[in-house]
């Protein structure tokens, strides 16, 4: 089945920088959209970033993060990345990675359990 | 802040029904995107219940219901069981930030 596992998570102090993982089972990764969807302590989900199916050749990001996160992907190993620097104290949250069905309104048919990212000195 | 707005909190007994609302403005919902609803139960990952608005991915019981209208999207669970008790949240398309944006969820009692 269908099987989306982030890693990568932790404490981190403001201005370092983090990677996160999103292992990708049971479906044809390279075949999908892949997002990351964040959500802090007390908030909702924020979307957070997303690459383009096939060769990853487009990525979009909210404005709270352009410039500091990098989405990627590694379609030989199915697994999404989301490069985060240069860190604050308001990236903390649960971040989750999803996938997306067919076009950029579609739903995100399918989440991880999410990693915990903690920015604090 | 959200840019859909939820109630943070609902209940209902056992084998009631409760609803659930959804709203945004004319860059999203009222725009014709159409609207999305997850479950999150507590420890595990988010599962799409509704897409399209309305339309019931296999295996969901047709307890569950969506609806939309102007700028605005409603869930609802009838006949509520004590395994419905999660976090619920709507999920749009907005073309001005030109991404996704979700409701700031909802937290359902069954009491």
Redesign the interface.
Same mark, same amino acid.
């Given at each position: 089945q269908v099987q989306?596992v982030e890693s990568g998570g932790g404490v981190v102090q403001p201005g370092r920088s983090l990677r996160l993982s999103c292992a990708a089972s049971g479906f044809t990764f390279s075949a999908y959209a892949m997002?990351w969807?964040r959500r802090a302590p007390g908030?909702?989900?924020? &979307?957070v970033a997303?690459i383009s199916y096939d060769d990853g050749s487009n990525q !979009?990001y909210?404005?709270s993060v352009k410039g500091r996160f990098t989405i990627s992907r590694d379609n030989s190993k199915n697994t999404l990345f989301l490069h985060m620097d240069s860190l604050r104290a308001e990236d903390t949250a649960v971040y !989750?990675c999803?996938r997306q069905?067919t076009t950029?309104?579609?739903?995100?048919?399918? &989440?991880?359990?999410?990693t915990l990212v903690t920015v604090s000195s | 802040q959200s840019v859909l707005t939820q109630p943070p909190s609902v209940s209902g007994a056992p084998g009631q029904r409760v609803t659930i609302s959804c709203t945004g403005s004319s860059s999203n919902i009222g725009a014709g995107y159409h609207v999305h609803w997850y479950q999150q139960l507590p420890g595990t990952a988010p599962k799409l219940l509704i897409y399209g608005n309305s339309i019931r991915p296999s295996g969901v019981p047709d307890r569950f219901s969506g609806s939309k209208s102007g700028t605005s999207a409603s869930l609802a669970i009838t006949g509520l069981q004590a395994e419905d008790e999660a976090d619920y949240y709507c999920h749009s398309y907005d073309s001005s930030l030109s991404g996704p944006v979700f409701g700031g969820g909802t937290k359902l009692t069954v009491l």
């Open positions: 989306l997002h969807v908030r909702g989900r924020e &979307w997303v !979009y909210a404005d !989750y999803a069905m950029v309104t579609s739903p995100f048919d399918s &989440w991880g359990q999410g | -």
